[in-house]
């Protein structure tokens, strides 16, 4: 058999050396993405939570009863519940609506949302929608120094900065 002269294209060794030192450069540069990720789990952290509230707002609104949301101390987690006496504690026969738990990249950093009797932080949603004369902030941090802030007015509009 007689070899080509004029072929045109890579080797197999070529190709795969071009692959190895890819794969080696997306390895390095993977390790730098480790912010963009936090910050991107800090700015959903913040949207869930939107989300939520205004899940709490709706719902409320139309069964026309209380609903709370609360925050839980360990700053992991928050849910929302059908508040029936509208006191800001999920008593027997509530029902948790929505449970949210934090990436552990991701912390509740500040929350001036009034404490009910348990200890919990709470955001109680009257059957109008709008908060039962409680506004505040929930401030999500994560482990780069990265936040984001959820707020809600007297209104209930809910923002994200």
């Not at 007689?2 to 390095?28: R, W």
């Not at 902030?137 to 900065?161: D, K």
Request: charged share 20%.
């Amino acid at each position: 058999m007689k070899p080509c002269q004029n072929q045109k294209g890579f080797t197999l060794v070529e190709l795969m050396v071009t692959v190895a030192v890819v794969a080696i450069l997306l390895k390095l540069i993977g390790w730098g993405l480790g912010g963009a990720t936090a910050e991107e789990d800090v700015r959903t952290a913040a949207r869930r939570l939107e989300t939520v509230i205004q899940e709490g707002k709706a719902l409320a609104y139309e069964k026309g009863v209380t609903h709370s949301l609360i925050f839980n101390p360990n700053k992991r987690e928050y849910k929302l519940f059908r508040d029936d006496n509208g006191d800001g504690q999920r008593d027997p026969g509530e029902p948790w609506i929505r449970v949210e738990s934090l990436s552990s990249r991701v912390t509740i950093s500040s929350n001036t949302f009034p404490v009910n009797g348990a200890g919990w932080r709470v955001l109680s949603i009257g059957n109008d929608g709008r908060p039962n004369g409680t506004l505040g902030t929930v401030t999500f941090q994560s482990s780069g120094n990265v936040s984001a802030t959820v707020s809600v007015n007297i209104l209930g509009r809910v923002y994200v900065q």
